[in-house]
């Protein structure tokens, strides 16, 4: 693909402020990531306070953190079009505007319909803020080093807000109320909204025709019907009714989308670009990604504070060192993919991932958070940032310049696909091993009490709490070996998956982009040429 085709997309800037002023629009980028990956996990620290508070029911509670997943996922793709279209700034303020007065909505709400609400429209504002990031950003940083160093950085930025939300949630909840997990959002908004009027330049496709609505709709419909099967399917059961129909209509309406696109004249996302190696492998790569990570997220959660006994906020402070090695592991991938191209860099980053995951699995009941669970928490945190930027910029550096929103849209598609399948795979893994590994020791339990056991374990410790001393340490032991034998055969499976990954990545993956792309750039007189 030729980038030298979408010279006429940048309006409406000095190229000589902008790029003097381009690592400061960096800064703004990131923080606008860091607020999207800290919303995905700040909340879930709450939820039993705002089960106390709001009356909220079980699926209430459910519907909180799904909503804000569904809106978010299944817009992506018409997200980033719409800002290639009409401006990736103008999506970007949007985006934040949207964000910030809907986290304020929730954050007041006194019933679980308005909190999901909420989150519905925070979803809607995430989608626009995020591919805009990435499209910027490839738009402000022409030079190919400097473009590597930036999606580094911005590569590790998507995984410390993610990483940071449990313990920042824990600490406003040991200070203040529920809302307080989401009022955080606006002071954040508005510093970024100020920062970003002034610093960041617009850009489009002047030339995009008018938007694909069938194609938008279709995405839509086709994504949201995905992410919600995958989010059913744990908790009704994979053979269920419900879940195989939503995956079966999903199916069918992103095989309508993929036939609607090759067709169309003007297609909001070309098909083409899955055609290249150098785009749909490391998609692939960033899909596995994470697959691990929001569900390692997940049962690291319950395991230090159920089974090891920390405080939300201590179990959160537990998680930060993934953002040491997210810190570490971007810019140094993106050194070495300057010199040896993206391949090795994300097929190492995978392995890195897996080897994690490996050590997790020599925890034990007993064990102490050091040193296997800091070095195992940094190793993960340096193999998720090694994989993600190279692969990243691989995705990025193979589609031309004026498609930069919805290549930044797939890009962020996929974590989002990979996110919900990971949790609906692994933890569905998780689930039932911990439910064979407990079953002979809740035979001489009423059935719903063994029922409320075999299906968590914080079931199990509900249960505990109404039994005798003897009776209920007995229950809570055996509560605690099933679920760390259950973790143990979970980040197997996830290590093996992910291996499988860099297998491929390192096999199929081409080493680097046409190093000509930006020169003809250059050469062609491109407007938007910084340097």
Do not use: C
């Not at 006429?8 to 960096?26: F, I, Q």
């Not at 300057?338 to 009941?365: H, K």
């Not at 299906?455 to 509900?462: E, F, L, T």
């Amino acid at each position: 693909m030729n980038a030298s085709s979408d010279q006429p997309h940048v309006v409406d800037r000095s190229p000589e402020r902008t790029y003097r002023r381009r690592w400061a629009t960096l800064g703004v980028l990131s923080l606008s990531l860091v607020l999207i990956g800290m919303d995905t996990t700040v909340l879930n620290t709450a939820i039993p306070t705002m089960q106390r508070d709001l009356a909220a029911s079980a699926s209430d509670l459910q519907w909180v953190i799904d909503a804000y997943t569904l809106a978010f996922a299944g817009l992506l793709l018409t997200a980033g079009a719409w800002g290639d279209k009409y401006g990736r700034k103008i999506a970007l303020v949007l985006g934040l505007v949207v964000f910030g007065a809907s986290s304020a909505w929730g954050a007041t709400a006194d019933s679980a319909g308005t909190v999901i609400a909420a989150r519905t429209v925070m979803g809607l504002g995430a989608a626009l803020i995020m591919p805009s990031t990435l499209s910027i950003l490839i738009d402000v940083f022409r030079d190919p080093a400097e473009r590597k160093t930036a999606i580094g950085i911005w590569s590790a930025m998507a995984g410390i807000g993610i990483a940071g939300g449990p313990a920042i949630g824990g600490w406003l909840l040991e200070h203040f109320w529920w809302g307080s997990a989401l009022m955080i959002n606006v002071p954040i908004v508005a510093g970024a909204l100020g920062l970003g009027m002034w610093l960041v330049p617009e850009s489009r496709d002047r030339r995009s025709p008018r938007l694909d609505l069938v194609g938008a709709g279709l995405s839509i419909l086709g994504l949201v019907a995905l992410v919600w099967s995958l989010i059913e399917a744990p908790e009704r059961g994979w053979t269920d009714v419900v879940p195989v129909g939503g995956m079966v209509s999903a199916a069918v309406i992103l095989v309508a989308f993929v036939l609607w696109e090759r067709r169309h004249p003007a297609p909001m996302l070309p098909m083409q670009f899955f055609a290249d190696r150098r785009f749909s492998i490391p998609v692939l790569s960033i899909t596995l990604v994470f697959f691990a990570m929001m569900a390692a997220a997940f049962f690291l959660s319950v395991y230090l504070q159920t089974v090891l006994g920390y405080s939300p906020l201590e179990a959160g402070i537990r998680i930060l060192p993934l953002a040491i090695g997210l810190v570490a592991g971007g810019p140094t991938a993106m050194l070495i993919a300057q010199r040896i191209g993206e391949r090795w860099p994300t097929a190492l980053g995978l392995v890195l991932l897996a080897v994690s995951f490996w050590i997790f699995a020599g925890v034990t009941v007993g064990s102490d958070y050091l040193p296997r669970g800091f070095s195992a928490t940094v190793i993960m945190g340096f193999g998720m940032a090694f994989a993600m930027g190279p692969a990243t910029e691989s995705v990025m550096g193979s589609i031309p310049r004026a498609k930069a929103g919805v290549g930044s849209a797939v890009n962020d598609a996929v974590r989002q696909v990979g996110g919900a399948l990971g949790i609906a795979v692994l933890i569905s893994v998780l689930n039932s091993v911990y439910s064979g590994a407990i079953a002979d020791s809740v035979m001489q339990l009423p059935g719903p009490a063994a029922h409320a056991t075999e299906d968590s374990i914080q079931g199990a410790y509900a249960v505990a709490a109404e039994l005798p001393a003897a009776q209920a340490s007995a229950l809570v032991a055996a509560a605690d070996q099933a679920f760390v034998d259950a973790m143990t055969t979970t980040v197997v499976v996830a290590a093996v998956v992910i291996v499988a990954g860099a297998l491929l990545a390192a096999i199929a993956m081409p080493d680097r982009g046409k190093p000509a792309d930006d020169e003809l750039l250059t050469a062609a007189g491109d407007p938007g040429t910084l340097r």
